[in-house]
């Protein structure tokens, strides 16, 4: 059995400065028997079962109580401002249910969401819907967006969290938004035995909905058939195992090293096995704002693990200053040089220069960031 009093944690925590996933929220998940959480959206709470330590909460006879907010749509906020909790109930469910499609219809998304319905399925998760007002519905424009956390382990001690972070991708990962978290510790003295029974007070009042002003109420029907039905109760450990395996294969991807050090998404991870599938070779297709620029920085990353010399090509002086910053920031660790071609640079044209730049040789990696409609190059 886990026991908390064993970690060693701190009484706070901030981003990109500290790794709170993995300083905090990991090992007291794999510590912990209870888990009492706040998630603030439904798609969150895959992020919720923090991977690489949830068969050990689990094998501990872990129990998780997740309470978020509604998913609405404008058009169900304005049909639901009068309050009609049946109304509520069904539409909530009904957007619930979409919800959990869409989540299944995402690669990156599908097995943590077989995995949340699994164990939804098999009652170590439990969830309720929070409602802003005194009935299911009452005002949809407000949202329950507290965030507090709660572990507890067979030995009775207890760690509470409140703060910044909610378990997205952006509130979790390192590269993501910048969040802290203050934590407070039952073994630390009467002071944070008090604030924790405090939370943990709170959290129960809310849970059975006797919290003033707010309306908790159990995952609705058709919400819960949908996910039982999706469910794989038998093989969510297999799933969990093939989730770990991802996230290590975006540690291996990162193109930075170090607490900060950025990982690719899992359409990234799938783009960039194809292209190394196919001989290194190919187009690259993203959608806009999806993170082509850092996909191929992951790729760049990977030549110079060969002592490759990358040629970058762009077709504007503008994207070529972009790519020259991109590339110093990302690699200046690696003690990076760029010979850039183009945009009033002109040193390249030197006799042999160029030619000799770009021979594979060990050393310091290099980059050739090149504006070929200015540069003319041959």
């Given amino acids: 059995m886990g026991n908390l009093a064993n970690l060693q944690l701190r009484h706070s925590y901030h981003k990109p400065e500290d790794d709170i996933a993995k300083t905090f929220y990991l090992p007291c998940l794999a510590a912990a028997s209870t888990y009492d959480r706040a998630v603030g ?38 049909a639901m401002r009068d309050g009609y909790t049946a109304r509520a109930d069904e539409t909530q469910g009904t957007r619930l249910k979409e919800e959990f499609h869409r989540l299944l219809s995402i690669p990156g998304s599908l097995k943590p969401a077989k995995v949340l319905a699994s164990l939804i399925a098999l009652e170590v998760i439990d969830f309720r819907i929070a409602w802003v007002g005194n009935t299911a519905g009452g005002q949809p424009k407000r949202l329950f967006h507290d965030k507090v956390g709660i572990f507890a382990d067979p030995q009775q001690n207890s760690v509470a969290f409140k703060g910044s972070m909610n378990e997205t991708w952006p509130g979790l990962a390192l590269d993501g938004n910048l969040e802290s978290v203050d934590v407070y510790l039952s073994w630390a003295g009467e002071s944070e035995k008090a604030r924790i029974r405090n939370e943990q007070d709170y959290f129960a009042r809310l849970w059975c909905n006797k919290f003033p002003g707010v309306t908790v109420v159990p995952l609705p029907d058709v919400a819960r058939e949908a996910l039982v039905t999706a469910a794989d109760p038998e093989h969510w450990r297999e799933l969990v195992d093939d989730i770990c395996i991802e996230i290590e294969s975006a540690n291996a991807w990162s193109p930075e090293s170090g607490v900060s050090a950025r990982t690719p998404r899992p359409h ?111």
């Fill in 41 to 78: 959206y439904f798609s969150s709470a895959i992020y919720a079962l923090a991977w690489p330590s949830l068969r050990e909460f689990v094998d501990n006879g872990g129990k998780m109580r997740l309470i978020c907010s509604p998913v609405l749509s404008a058009d169900d906020a304005a």
């Fill in 268 to 378: 990234q991870i799938a783009a960039l096995n194809a292209w190394v599938a196919r001989d290194r070779r190919g187009i690259l297709e993203h959608a806009t704002g999806s993170g082509k620029t850092f996909t191929a920085l992951c790729a760049i990353r990977d030549a110079f693990s060969k002592n490759e010399v990358v040629l970058v090509l762009v077709p504007s002086e503008l994207l070529l200053r972009q790519w020259a910053i991109e590339l110093r920031t990302t690699f200046a660790a690696l003690g990076l040089r760029l010979l850039i071609c183009g945009g009033g640079h002109s040193d390249w044209r030197k006799e042999g220069r160029l030619r000799a730049w770009t021979r594979s040789t060990a050393g310091a990696p290099r980059v050739c960031p090149c504006d070929y409609p200015d540069s003319n190059l041959p």
